[in-house]
């Protein structure tokens, strides 16, 4: 599992979309199908200062519904940021002339958040809901390995505080086919201090919801406040603020439902004619922001990119830009623990990336990895003492490991005189399919390069070879690849 903040809008549109359709686990079907009108969300990103007028032009043209007499909106950042309306991050009741004002001042500039600073790019828009404190609710489900806990609180909105003490809890097993809860269970258990008017809602609403949960593999679900409002044709429910996270390994199985509900027919939005062909079904892949003051640089953006077109896992992430210290780690749990082995031998400081390629990778996109990861560890000015590249990982399943090393080889050509120019020291343990074969070849090609390699196979622990390569301290009865047993170990390259 690997669990992904997405944006409130698009969990907003997921739900607009699913929770009429969505095949419930209760033994009813639900009285209420909570099938809303087209969802009402202007999402407005702005990349820089000067394109601010233009985007809420734009705005207007693709979501006319801003520009009714009278109507009164929410704005409010759509960015990961948490109690927003404490930090003075919410705009409520609002003309649409008021609101473009509110973003305007605030858009494409930096802020500071709960000692974090970061850019406000992207902003969300949606029609305000009047409505009294005691219609708020709290609703939470959240994954586990036992299964899915529901949280439910009757007071709801800004000041709910600690709902992990006083909200009522169920747990839904793992075999939901046959363990799922009753109606009159999940009554008694989270809505007993609810008004009897609203139960059947209510209960009618967590079915739905836990359904669309199940369906689109969410991982993490957090709707505060839920209103319910009583009305004289029935029901309202309104889910006014909303946190999710998605499990984006399921891409391949839910990407087309993550699509649908976010494409422009559904949500209502005005396109431009096109005099291409398109599927009025299709909508954009989903996008996992980066966390508030965490924006992707263009080489992690591009790694992002090369990810979400393979089924191979790559991930990077520049912790020290200028850091002497840089890694091509094969695997989630070796990157781990090389960064833990690094901090561990007091040179946190200099870690430079933290990432992996994995999932059996190919040459070429092993490749344009290695590619951009040799092309930031060169970009500075040389430093005295030189520069440390671990290339390593534990023992790998399936991944070939004959073939990522071709690719890296390749980048080392694009980048020898880099590379020698900044003296960069190569420290390699890899264990797994092939594994002599891939060593053989890159310690050929670090003998053919003129670059200073010490290569080991699965005998030697990632614990061994980064003190090794930082401390100078050397394993005792572990080879280098392709040494004679009787032969002494070389010196250490930065001895």
């Known amino acids: 599992m690997s669990a992904k903040s997405i944006h409130e809008a698009d969990g907003k549109a997921l739900l607009a979309y699913f929770l009429p359709k969505s095949a419930v686990y209760s033994e009813t079907e639900p009285v209420t199908s909570f099938q809303s009108s087209t969802p009402k969300l202007a999402s407005l990103t702005f990349p820089s200062v000067e394109s601010i007028d233009q985007v809420l032009v734009e705005a207007e043209e693709t979501y006319p519904w801003l520009l009714t007499p009278g109507a009164k909106f929410v704005a409010k950042p759509d960015q990961l940021i948490k109690r927003r309306g404490k930090a003075g991050l919410l705009a409520l009741n609002k003309s649409w ?19 974090i600073d ?10 305000f809901v009047p409505h009294e404190q005691q219609h708020e609710y709290y609703i939470n489900i959240h994954s586990v390995r036992e299964g899915d806990w529901i949280l ?3 007071e709801g909105g800004v000041d709910v505080g600690d709902v992990d003490s006083k909200a009522s809890k169920i747990l839904i097993p793992v075999d939901i086919d046959n363990e799922y809860p009753s109606n009159e269970t999940l009554i008694k258990e989270l809505f007993s201090k609810c008004p009897a008017s609203q139960h059947r809602t209510l209960v009618d609403f967590v079915n739905r919801l836990y359904a669309v949960y199940v369906d689109l593999q969410f991982t993490y679900l957090e709707i505060n406040p839920l209103v319910v409002i009583p009305t004289p044709k029935g029901v309202e429910v309104h889910y006014l603020d909303l946190a999710g996270k998605l499990d984006q390994t399921a891409e391949f199985e839910c990407g087309p439902k993550w699509a649908v509900a976010r494409s422009p027919a559904a949500l209502g939005q005005v396109v431009a004619a096109s005099t291409t062909k398109i599927n009025i079904d299709a909508g954009p892949p989903m996008v996992f922001p980066a966390p508030f003051g965490r924006e992707l640089s263009k080489e992690e953006a591009y790694i992002a990119e090369l990810d979400s077109k393979t089924g191979a896992s790559l991930k990077l992430t520049i912790l ?3 850091g002497t210290i840089w890694t091509l780690v094969a695997g989630g749990g070796a990157s781990v623990v090389y960064a833990d082995a690094i901090a561990s031998a007091g040179f946190a400081k200099e870690l430079a990336n933290y990432g992996e390629y994995s999932g059996a990778p190919n040459e070429v996109q092993t490749y344009e990895y290695a590619k951009t990861v040799l092309d930031l560890m060169t970009r500075d000015e040389p430093v005295e003492g030189g520069k440390v590249l671990f290339i390593g990982g534990g023992i790998a399943n399936f991944t070939q490991v004959g073939s990522t090393f071709k690719g890296i080889i390749r980048a080392f050509r694009d980048y020898r005189n880099a590379l020698h120019n900044h003296k960069v020291r190569i420290y390699i343990r890899r264990g797994g399919p092939n594994w002599q074969e891939g060593l053989r070849l890159i310690k050929n090609a670090g003998e053919e390069l003129d670059l200073p390699m010490e290569i080991f196979g699965p005998d030697m622990h990632v614990s061994g070879i980064v003190p090794l ?3 100078g301290k050397r394993p005792k009865n572990v080879q280098q690849f392709g040494a004679a047993s009787a032969t002494t170990p070389s010196t250490p390259l930065n001895v």
Do not use: C
């Open 118 to 127: 970061g850019v406000l790019r992207t902003f969300l828009v949606e029609p």
């Open 152 to 154: 439910f609180y009757h």
């Open 469 to 471: 390569a930082l401390l």
């Open 97 to 115: 002339q008021d609101a473009k004002k509110w973003i305007s001042e605030r858009a494409a500039r930096s802020i500071n958040v709960e000692h």
């Open 320 to 322: 020290n830009p200028k």
